[in-house]
């Protein structure tokens, strides 16, 4: 079964500065997807970003990236120019390609943006 | 805007009593996940359905949870009877399969 680890529980950033989460996973798995949610205090789960494993191009998405290491297991997500809004809970999720592709998370971080 | 649509958003209800949620996937969607939320354990995949069929329910208590899709407008996950161990926000999400996962806003639930 596939794991993710999100090894920081908590993390604060003052606003305008950049911030990066840290997720890494556990899988034989050769082609499947990564993802950051974003759960605010609505509780309602965001997609942030995603990136196929298949792609070397890490994934942006505005002031979102990511650094994607394949071979170390690894799914960085930098927040550049933290906003207030931008305050939740982060989630790394792992979903395998193909017809029995379930979707994993990992714990979470708690990302608090000061101003 | 197609969204997954969750019921109820939030639920009391005492112990030993039955509790149904219902959640309507987004049209054309044929995977649809049952996840459960707790402070302790974080974000728990309870079951998924692929074309209704279910794949996996192995993360669900057999004795008391059953979930189900009567049709591909409908899932439900049922807690009979319910527990004060059972309190937490649980989550229905829909795919394609080949993508990520649309969320409903969860329906929390609160056993006393």
């Known amino acids: 079964a596939q794991t993710v680890t999100q090894s920081q529980p908590e993390m604060s950033v003052q606003e305008a500065e950049t911030v990066t989460l840290s997720c890494t996973y556990d899988?034989?798995?050769?082609?499947?997807?990564l993802f950051w949610y974003k759960q605010p205090p609505s509780r309602q789960m965001i997609l942030v970003i995603r990136q196929e494993a298949y792609k070397q191009q890490n994934a942006t998405e505005n002031r979102f990236s990511v650094n994607f290491q394949k071979a170390a297991k690894s799914f960085s997500l930098k927040i550049s120019d933290s906003q207030l809004g931008d305050t939740a809970m982060y989630f790394c999720a792992f979903m395998k390609h193909g017809n029995n592709n379930d979707m994993r998370f990992g714990a979470g971080t708690r990302l608090t943006v000061k101003p | 805007d197609a969204r997954v649509t969750q019921t109820p958003r939030d639920k009391v209800t005492e112990m030993g009593q039955e509790v149904t949620m219902r959640c309507q996937p987004i049209?054309?969607?044929?995977?649809v996940f049952w996840y459960r939320q707790t402070m302790m354990q974080g974000l728990e995949l309870l079951a998924y359905f692929r074309n209704r069929a279910p794949l996996d329910d192995s993360g669900m208590p057999k004795d008391r949870f059953s979930a189900e899709m009567p049709d591909a407008t409908l899932a439900t996950l049922k807690i009979q009877p319910s527990e004060p161990r059972d309190s937490a926000v649980y989550f229905c999400?829909?795919?394609?399969?080949?993508?990520?996962?649309?969320f409903g806003q969860g329906t929390r639930l609160t056993v006393v």
């Open positions: 899988t034989s798995e050769n082609n499947y997807y």
């Open positions: 999400a829909s795919g394609s399969g080949f993508s990520e996962a649309f």
């Open positions: 049209l054309g969607h044929n995977t």
